[in-house]
């Protein structure tokens, strides 16, 4: 699933391009992926004008002059793909983001007065396209349950180590990737940050001090700022209908790089399970 730097460079994509566009005519092949009543359609969604692109954790929100809003998750294979003067697209690496539109793993079809459309792709129908009131997307359980933006500007080093107060006899890994701690981080930022402070992924909670938390703070918002420059990982995602990939695994310290030498210390990377997950250390600079 893609993280928020991959979600956040959808959006800043689609911004530059969708905003104040009207929406002229929709499609979509099976209710899975656009669960909406034609009633809203046609109340809310057709002859609205989009008015901003947002995201929230791993979501997009489209909002639309209607007082509605469109809520996009992308989930495993997703892509959203505008096509126009320019062609943006930006999700699941696949041909689909390059080949003609709309194709087999087309989900739904947005377009726009002028010509253009926007395409939201998705091979394994697990994504989705909600429409509904902007002022009710606080009250979806999703958002009522996700955590704080890491990057938000308001968002302190004291209120990051907070969020983990009440995880105490759980790893800090498991608690990173808890998305009702914090909003949006997945397994690469989680490693990339704690290799940044030189935190053990199996430690509880309950054993990092306050300074390590507050190089945590600092590494993960480093890291994810840092991947949002790069267009994130190209494990997840393409910046554009070119082909060109996120960068950011370039420069990753130490995920996907067992075996090779800790770019701080030149001990051998190693690879464990943490949480589930495949999880990557260097053991000399995160003892446990």
């Not at 080093?157 to 890994?173: L, Y």
């Not at 030149?266 to 495949?278: D, N, Q, S």
Request: hydrophobic content about 40%; charged content about 25%; aromatic content about 8%.
């Amino acid at each position: 699933m893609p993280e928020l730097p991959e979600v956040e460079t959808v959006r800043r994509g689609l911004a530059a391009l969708i905003i104040g566009k009207v929406v002229k005519d929709e499609t979509h092949d099976t209710p899975k992926g656009f669960p909406n009543a034609e009633a809203d359609v046609n109340d809310f969604l057709l002859g609205a004008l989009i008015t901003d692109v947002r995201r929230r954790a791993k979501v997009l929100l489209i909002d639309l002059s209607t007082g509605y809003s469109l809520m996009i998750h992308l989930k495993m294979t997703g892509q959203l793909v505008f096509v126009g003067d320019v062609r943006f697209g930006a999700g699941h690496p696949n041909d689909s983001l390059v080949n003609a539109l709309p194709d087999k793993s087309t989900r739904v079809t947005l377009e726009f007065e002028g010509g253009s459309k926007l395409f939201f792709n998705d091979q394994r129908k697990f994504g989705w396209m909600k429409l509904l009131p902007t002022l009710e997307i606080p009250n979806v359980d999703f958002m009522k349950k996700v955590g704080p933006e890491p990057l938000a500007a308001d968002f302190t080093a004291k209120q990051f180590a907070q969020r983990f107060s009440r995880r105490g006899k759980t790893n800090i890994k498991a608690a990173i990737l808890d998305q009702s701690v914090i909003a949006g981080v997945g397994n690469i930022y989680a490693d990339e940050s704690l290799w940044g402070a030189k935190i053990h992924p199996k430690r509880l909670v309950a054993s990092i001090t306050p300074a390590e938390f507050k190089k945590l703070y600092t590494e993960l918002r480093e890291v994810m700022n840092l991947a949002i420059e790069k267009g994130g990982s190209s494990n997840h995602t393409y910046v554009n209908a070119e082909c060109a990939k996120g960068s950011y695994m370039d420069f990753a310290r130490v995920f996907r790089r067992e075996g090779l030498e800790c770019p701080r210390c030149g001990t051998t990377i190693e690879k464990l399970r943490v949480a589930g997950r495949g999880t990557h250390i260097c053991p000399h600079c995160q003892t446990l």
